[in-house]
């Protein structure tokens, strides 16, 4: 395979000096008390033992840090269930989407040395960016009118998903071009994806609309451009090894096939097939030129539960800082404006806003059925099902793998009860 296309999928996916953690915030909503860690433990046991022999999952594991210590770790099932290998505390998942809160992370660093500004024009950083179209209608043979937008992408819009790029094909005239210029191909390094997405015209215009996007590999190219460093480069050097994230990376050496793991596919009968191991192993072992901002990190439990720790702890791990705690804030922080009503599938996730690169929750469960899940936690999860969440009020962080596709929420639903219980932040009875 000489081409991947990884947009193909992504619409599966639904994907300061202060020490201290950040802070819970401040709403008229009391939080409940969590359950003690004992009974936690408990559910969690039960909850991955019943994805696996119910057929639902091949293979799961979830990690659980809480008040200063891990409380949980638990595995079930196969990271490759034809060879027989189980998942294991050091198996390697692909992370998807779940790169793209640690693309923002390197950006802010940027930020915090004035190298931009959040709602600088982002063609004052990538010239390319200059001449964005939008669609005005059609002509009278139906052709599609392109029109200049009424205002340039923000930096700020390309974190909060308001950039109006594409992703993936869609009904509009702008998502068949996007498909057509196929930025995202492997094949492409940075530049080559920034001159080819610059010339695509928008599916929206710039601050309209949450529409999940390509945005977050732009940052990738905003944080090549302005640290003068290879994006994955300055990211490991900034990021992920002063994290002590050894096992994570871009480009995985051959010798690691050996701990990475298998991904599933459901099919229509019910069953998860196996998917070929030329498509799951593209991103890390196939010698591809683009490093997206977006998706391509893979790396174990151990390696994504420090990156959600620094963040739970207000952007340090370990004494050594990564960002400012009001840095983190701000991340964390609903960044949509309230006349941004055009969300996409956002509000499927709960009763979010969306910050920098986090999906942020403002307010309790509406439902029974939405996710559990305290106000003011802000999270991520991966096209293969994957999931992060930090949890400043409870003082709690926890990532759950699995290898699954197409992408299940309700994986996500049932790991969440299993943290905090069916009643927690459960809406009031009528």
Known sequence: MTKYRLTRRVLLACTLASLSPIPAVATDVVAPAMDPASTIQQRLDATLAGMVTSGRVVGA????????REIYFGRQGFA?????RPMQRDTLVQLYSMTKPVTGVALMQLWEQGRFRLDDPLHWHLPEFASMRVQ???????????QPVRRPISVRDLFRHTAGFGYDPGPT????AFVKADPLALSNDLAEFGRRIAGVPLIAEPGSAWHYSAAVDVQALLVERLSGMPFADYVQAYVLKPLGMTQTA???PPENLGRFAATYVRQPDGGLAREPDAQTRALNFSGARLTMGGAGLAGPIDDYM???RMLLDGGMLDGVRIVQPSTLALMATDQLDP???????????GNLGFGLDFAVRVGPPLSAEENRGAVGEFFWDGMASTLFWVD???????????QQLPFDGTLHRDIRRAVYGDGYGSPPTK
């Open 61 to 68: 594991s979830a990690l659980v840090w809480k008040d200063g």
């Open 250 to 252: 871009w480009r995985l």
């Open 392 to 402: 400043p009020e409870n003082r709690l962080a926890a990532v759950f793998f699995v």
């Open 136 to 146: 005005n209608g059609t002509d009278a043979a139906g052709n599609p009118v392109w």
């Open 173 to 176: 005239a702008a998502h068949a």
């Open 80 to 84: 490759d269930r034809e060879a027989g």
């Open 306 to 308: 420090r990156f959600a």
């Open 339 to 349: 006349a941004i009503t055009s969300r996409d599938w956002l509000p499927g996730k």
